[in-house]
């Protein structure tokens, strides 16, 4: 999943126009890869997405959503590999 996300937006980096979609794409199959991972407990997946929309309309900081992540995926190392390596490119 790392690679594809990282392979998606190295493409279309250097192609005007085209690395905001890519960066969609990117954050698309970033969602797809954390409710795979939490087909067992949708109601966790329901937290992930609240949390999103909680940074989405200001309402939670970038430190507070960071945090808030680090406990939602606690035993999903990979989950949080796959963030911040999308957060960091």
Do not use: C, W
């Amino acid at each position: 999943m790392l690679l594809k996300i990282r392979a998606v937006k190295d493409s279309l980096r250097d192609k005007p126009g085209k690395f905001e979609e890519s960066m969609i794409n990117a954050a698309i199959l970033y969602v797809h890869a954390v409710k795979d991972s939490f087909r067992d407990k949708p109601d966790k997946f329901g937290e992930f997405l609240a949390l999103l929309r909680g940074v989405y309309s200001k309402r939670i900081d970038a430190r507070a959503f960071a945090g808030a992540l680090k406990v939602l995926f606690d035993g999903r190392p990979e989950l949080i590999l796959q963030f911040n390596a999308f957060m960091t490119s």
